[in-house]
Nanobody
Framework: QVSLVESGGELVPAGGSLRLSCAVSGRTSDKIRMAWFRQAPGKERAFVASISYSRNTVYAEFARGRFTISTDNAQNTVYLQMNNLSPEDTAVYYC????????????WGRGTRVTVSS
């Protein structure tokens, strides 16, 4: 059984920073790849960033240079450091894990809300 619990979402002013955390339980084979997605009001869920078990990272264009995904040494927690936030970053942020290096993510958390005020 895989459990993902996000935390760290809050109201932050534009230009500010925030670090999201996601506590991940489960076998190593269930978290070959971990990622953050977000869903803004009225929009579809969008990929933000991912990190593989070997710590290779991939970022969406809007996240590159502002967001950093990382994990702790045991890969039990995945972080998303977000800098220079703008109101367009307002969304519910979800973490997810995959049992493979490609394809879909099988396990999802319930999300943490980030609101960026202008």
């Amino acid at each position: 059984q895989v459990s993902l619990v996000e935390s760290g979402g809050e109201l932050v002013p534009a230009g500010g920073s925030l670090r999201l955390s996601c506590a991940v339980s489960g076998r190593t084979s269930d978290k070959i790849r971990m990622a953050w997605f977000r869903q803004a009001p009225g929009k579809e869920r969008a990929f933000v960033a991912s990190i593989s078990y070997s710590r290779n990272t991939v970022y969406a264009e809007f996240a590159r240079g502002r967001f950093t995904i990382s994990t702790d040494n045991a890969q039990n927690t995945v972080y998303l450091q977000m800098n220079n936030l703008s109101p367009e970053d307002t969304a519910v942020y979800y973490c997810a894990t995959s049992t493979s290096t490609i394809g879909t993510f099988q396990y999802w958390g319930r999300g943490t809300r980030v609101t960026v005020s202008s």
